[in-house]
């Protein structure tokens, strides 16, 4: 009896990562991309969204490499995030932020020809209370990194559609 319902659940899960794998189903966060992108090298000033990307990437099944080792190119040229006040309370006092976050990319292939050249942008408004800095700084660096993570997705998606 153990040898057949053994049987039955191992049948079902082979069943089950074909029609998976047949139906284009894909593990969130994963990009198809064209394999001229397969290897690629991600260059770019802001330390923590090359990271991002990287991480990403890499779950991706694309192998980052170092410059210079014949591989296609992610350069993320400019990014800025700006941080201005969106309104003031009757006293004059700043209530609230508006938190941009702006990326500008690149992406060559190993021959060095432009592919895609895009900007993605991301904002948030952010409420400040003057009695609680503490919890607006937190909320501050949460809404950052809420941020990159999503412009990464971004970025990621369009360039699974480089053709």
Do not use: W
């Amino acid at each position: 009896m153990r040898v057949i319902i053994s049987r039955i659940v191992i049948l079902s899960v082979l069943a089950s990562s074909l029609v998976f794998s047949g139906c284009g189903f894909h593990l969130r966060g994963q990009i198809d991309v064209p394999e001229s992108l397969m290897r690629l090298h991600v260059k770019g000033t802001d330390v923590e969204l090359k990271h991002d990307i990287e991480k990403s990437l890499k779950f991706s099944d694309i192998e980052i490499v170092e410059e210079g080792d014949n591989a296609a190119l992610l350069d993320i040229s400019n990014t800025t995030y700006l941080k201005e006040v969106n309104g003031t309370t009757s006293t004059g006092i700043a209530s609230n932020y508006k938190m941009t976050y702006t990326v500008n990319y690149v992406v060559y292939d190993a021959e060095s020809e432009v592919l895609q050249k895009d900007s993605v942008r991301q904002e948030r408004t952010l409420a400040y209370d003057a009695s609680n800095i503490l919890l607006f700084e937190r909320e501050e660096q949460f809404l950052m990194k809420e941020m990159r993570q999503e412009l990464v997705s971004f970025m990621l998606r369009r360039m699974s559609k480089i053709q």
